[in-house]
């Protein structure tokens, strides 16, 4: 059965840092693209940030650019992401997804929502 669990989501004053962490399981994490997305109220989904599968290199929306870092942990099934200068428009569900095929890049417009999400409010 496979498992995507976001966390980390929290309430935090303009500038500030969040991590949000993905825990997963039920497919083989390490062979899959992952990546974070957000949503805001009445607004459409957007992707965050991309990491791909064999050379773990990172892909980032350009308004996260410098600010925001994710990473993957092979081993422990995990994805991260470290959000540092948070702004109020960063306020959003932010969700976790594995690409829809193995041994994706970044380019890939094809993923898997599974998990219920983790909100993130930043205020002014």
């Known amino acids: 059965q496979v498992r995507v669990l976001e966390s980390g989501g929290d309430l935090v004053q303009a500038g500030g840092s969040l991590t949000l962490s993905c825990t997963t399981s039920g497919f083989a994490f390490d062979d899959y693209a992952m990546a974070w997305f957000r949503q805001a109220p009445g607004k459409k989904r957007e992707r965050v940030s991309c990491?791909?599968?064999?050379?773990?290199?990172?892909d980032y929306a350009d308004s996260m650019k410098g600010r925001f870092t994710i990473s993957r942990d092979n081993a422990k099934n995990t994805l991260s992401l470290q959000m540092n200068s948070l702004k109020p428009e960063d306020t959003a569900m932010y969700y976790c997804?594995?690409?829809?095929?193995?041994?994706?890049?970044?380019?890939?417009?094809?993923?898997?929502?599974w998990g219920q999400g983790t909100r993130v409010t930043v205020s002014s």
């Open positions: 990491i791909s599968s064999i050379t773990q290199t990172p």
């Open positions: 997804a594995p690409s829809q095929a193995q041994y994706q890049n970044c380019y890939t417009n094809a993923w898997n929502f």
